[in-house]
């Protein structure tokens, strides 16, 4: 810095003053940003004049005259677009849940098989999560869809396992569950299961803090919530049955195979998609639960062994509790990721969110909307999931003095 | 009494006995890893039976049933009513296609030259010893790129055709999933840096933009991306200018990949001391000096895991263009299964299994290496 024959700082000249170059460049970011907003708005507004697109949401009411191959509520031709891509938005939910279901399920359990005494085992694992994670994506769903799912039995034919469970070309086909009058007792004795474990749980560990005692809560809630409602389904004079799918193996050959609307079937591109996301995802699931694992101490596995506690409950209310506050964070970002390469579905035609966004957007040109409702749907969700971390996280964060 | 041997001295040192056979050697380990408890052995059995039941019918599959050579699908169809094996014969007649995709059949030496260049210019780079480091990584990042582009487009200066050009309509296969991700790779680097120090900085404006942005790309899938780079963005430019297609989803992928980028480099930078800062700012370095010479190279170095992970998901993510109507490798073999020349019932099959290896080597490869750098840089005191 420049001094004046005085020996006092000389004012900064503008150039070199922090804070207003600071002011410089923000307000050189505002007008590119701005100018740059203004170029695409006009331009796009121009072009879709040119095109006779007229923007705007109308088109939501318009008929969609498509057909969708799965839909968890009543859909046909006649339905608008905006019902379509409810029918797509509901799909990916159920792909994400199941998928994240699965997925942590086998991340889990391979996690902890990487982490086993016995070398075979810990192998295995390895090579799986090594295989599984670097290949990508989209070729497993390839190869789970026009692969195994086309090398199955075809239309007449079938694999069946227990005489329930049937597989073909078709898909898998599932007993359905058919609800008769007085059923709902079974849902309502459910509820009160739950909440009435709920409630006990609280009790058993005032009761715990207070005099020392446990209650053996787990049993307890097992037997409430599988007792009541069983209870409740032979009160109410078994207002429930099975739906088998029915196999028709006689006959012309064009009327053998399955039934249609008898029984569940799940479609096979839904069966490849949830088997790629769900074996993809708990590659990764499973390196977070060794990492999350082994992040423990093994000190605190002594410590609780020298406190008199087995190893059942070490690993129940010592080991894991610690290893949840490393593994929470990423395992939600992998949930994430699940729900977002559910939208991979476009590429066998399973009807989600983008799959069906997509046929609409073919047939309306309304680039922009459906663009804009993909991306506020998956926003919507990251920016949820990652509120939910935030308070996960500062709820079981180490508080540290 | 005296003469009473009351102890004894060893004058020589005692035998050293070989440690009990059960505690060493092959037998040793196996009883402490594989058969040390019955519930141990259960799983080593288990897991035998698990692994034996993937491999055997892998290796039918691949080496033991495989059919090597052959002019069309009949070498390839199963006898007797057998499935049959894998049909590398297919891609041996397919792997030109599979490495070049539609490119000229003349103009194929121009590929083999960027090919060539990239590995010349990659190993020495990759290798932490060879010399002239900085020479390299400016050929390989800028001048390569330019040569590479000029090679491949096609060059014609002034009316005179010095390279014919080549439309990246006809780019295929492996070629246009390197160029994806290379060019995706080596642009989302600054990008996100510039970012995650966006994200930091203590410039409301430019911080919120940043964050904006990061949480933005982060937040949709990369399949939505694509579809906004291949049918919005020629919605935002003005009359008569088009953009090369390749060029829209190079822009998307960059964008995408850069946003993740910024994340991981931003745990790096939150990693560094703030002593580093401090001591950077008393040695009278600026903003950009500091972040060059002190703190990026150390942040870099923490975070080289992360980077190589966002490339890994990268170069993985290609395979998504050839839902925009792009053929890069995965898309290529997609596209051969229609011609009927080699349809036979395990196509399907060895075409994936093809790619699955290419992937494979691609990303494991690049995992591993990551690992030894990570070693090799290691400068600290390790625990």
């Known amino acids: 810095m420049e001094q004046d024959s005085a020996g006092a700082p000389a004012r900064a000249s503008l150039l070199n003053d922090p804070k207003a170059r600071g002011l410089f460049y923000q307000l050189v970011l505002i007008v590119a940003l701005v100018t740059l907003g203004y170029v695409i708005v006009t331009n796009t507004i121009a072009n879709l004049e040119r095109q006779n697109i007229a923007s705007g949401w109308g088109f939501l009411e318009n008929t969609a005259g498509?057909?969708?191959?799965?839909?968890?509520?009543?859909?046909?031709?006649?339905?608008?677009?905006g019902t379509a891509l409810l029918v797509g938005l509901f799909n990916t939910i159920l792909v994400a849940v199941v998928g994240i279901f699965f997925a942590t399920i086998f991340g889990f359990v391979i996690g902890i098989a990487r982490l086993s005494n016995n070398w075979v085992i810990s192998r295995l694992a390895y090579c799986?999560?090594?295989?599984?994670?670097?290949?990508?994506?989209?070729?497993?769903?390839?190869?789970w869809y026009f692969a195994v799912l086309r090398a199955v039995p075809g239309k007449r034919e079938k694999w069946s396992l227990f005489d329930t469970i049937h597989l073909n070309i078709g898909g898998l086909?599932?007993?359905?569950?058919?609800?008769?009058?007085?059923?709902?007792?079974?849902?309502?004795?459910?509820i009160v299961a739950i909440i009435a474990s709920i409630v006990i749980s609280r009790w058993a560990h005032k009761r715990q803090d207070a005099t020392g005692q446990q209650f053996p809560m787990f049993w307890?809630?097992?037997?409430?919530?599988?007792?009541?409602?069983?209870?409740?389904?032979?009160?109410?004079?078994?207002?429930?049955?099975?739906?088998?799918p029915n196999f028709v193996e006689t006959g012309p050959i064009l009327r053998r195979g399955f039934e249609l609307n008898v029984g569940i079937n799940v479609i096979p591109e839904f069966l490849a998609l949830t088997a790629a996301l769900a074996i993809y995802t708990a590659a990764f699931i499973a390196e977070i639960v060794r990492a999350g694992i082994q992040a423990v101490s093994h000190g605190q596995t002594e410590a609780a062994h020298a406190?008199?506690?087995?190893?059942g409950p070490t690993l129940r209310l010592v080991v894991i509790p610690q290893a949840m506050r490393v593994i929470i964070p990423p395992l939600t970002s992998q949930y994430l990721n699940l729900t977002k390469n559910s939208s991979l579905a476009v590429a066998i035609a399973f009807p989600d969110l983008v799959s069906v966004g997509g046929t609409v957007l073919n047939q309306t040109g309304q680039a922009i909307e459906i663009i804009g409702i993909w991306m506020g749907v998956y926003l919507s969700l990251s920016l949820l999931t990652s509120a939910f971390m935030n308070w996960y996280n500062q709820r079981m964060a180490l508080v540290e003095r | 009494m005296s003469d009473t041997k009351m102890f004894q001295i060893r004058t020589e040192e005692a035998p050293l006995l070989p440690a009990p056979v059960s505690t060493t050697g092959v037998i040793g380990w196996m009883r402490q890893n594989l058969f040390s408890s019955i519930s141990n052995t259960i799983l080593t059995v288990v897991g035998i039976l698990i692994a034996y039941s993937i491999v055997a019918p892998f290796v039918q599959f691949a080496l033991v049933d495989a059919v090597w050579n052959g002019e069309n699908r009949e070498a390839c169809l199963p006898q007797d009513g057998a499935h049959g094996g894998a049909c590398w014969a297919y891609v041996k007649a397919y792997l030109p296609q599979f490495i070049y995709g539609r490119y000229p059949t003349d103009e194929i030496w121009r590929v083999n030259i960027v090919y060539a260049l990239f590995v010349l210019l990659l190993v020495p780079l990759a290798w932490p010893s060879a010399p002239f480091k900085r020479t390299n990584a400016i050929l390989f990042l800028v001048v390569f790129p330019i040569v590479a582009y000029f090679l491949l487009t096609g060059l014609v200066i002034?009316?005179?055709?010095?390279?014919?050009?080549?439309?990246?309509?006809?780019?295929?296969?492996?070629?246009?999933?390197?160029?994806?991700?290379?060019?995706?790779?080596?642009?989302?680097?600054p990008l996100g840096i510039a970012l995650a120090l966006g994200r930091r900085s203590k410039m409301p404006i430019i911080k919120m933009v940043s964050i904006i942005f990061i949480e933005f790309w982060r937040g949709v899938p990369l399949i939505t991306v694509l579809f906004m780079s291949s049918v919005m963005l020629p919605l935002f430019l003005p009359e008569g200018v088009t953009f090369d297609k390749l060029l829209r989803v190079l822009i998307g992928v960059t964008l995408f990949s850069a946003a993740?980028?910024?994340?991981?480099?931003?745990?790096?930078?939150?990693?560094?001391?703030?002593?580093?800062?401090?001591?950077?700012?008393?040695?009278?370095?600026r903003f950009w000096p500091m972040m060059y010479l002190i703190i990026l190279p150390q942040a870099l170095k923490l975070v080289i895991p992360g980077i190589v992970n966002t490339f890994i998901g990268l170069f993985k993510d290609t395979t998504l263009v050839l839902i925009v109507g792009m053929f890069d490798l995965l898309g290529q073999i997609q596209s051969s299964f229609t011609d009927p020349t080699w349809s036979t019932p395990s196509q399907g099959h060895t075409g994936y299994l093809f790619a699955a290896i290419v992937f494979f080597i691609f990303c494991f490869g690049m995992s591993r290496y990551s690992i030894f750098m990570e070693n090799k840089l290691h400068t600290g005191h390790k625990r």
């Open chain 1, 128 to 143: 799986y999560v090594e295989l599984v994670r670097n290949v990508p994506l989209l070729l497993q769903i390839f190869f």
């Open chain 2, 158 to 189: 002034g009316g005179s055709v010095i390279l014919p050009i080549v439309e990246t309509a006809r780019w295929g296969g492996l070629l246009v999933t390197l160029v994806i991700a290379v060019t995706g790779i080596v642009a989302s680097l």
């Open chain 1, 307 to 311: 406190l008199g506690l087995r190893n």
């Open chain 1, 220 to 244: 307890t809630a097992v037997g409430l919530i599988v007792g009541l409602p069983v209870l409740a389904y032979l009160v109410m004079g078994m207002p429930m049955y099975w739906e088998h």
């Open chain 2, 260 to 285: 993740y980028m910024a994340e991981v480099v931003r745990g790096g930078l939150q990693a560094i001391p703030k002593g580093q800062y401090e001591g950077a700012m008393a040695l009278g370095l």
């Open chain 1, 173 to 190: 086909r599932l007993p359905k569950p058919i609800w008769e009058p007085g059923s709902h007792m079974i849902g309502i004795a459910l």
């Open chain 1, 66 to 81: 498509f057909g969708i191959i799965q839909s968890l509520f009543p859909y046909s031709e006649t339905s608008s677009y």
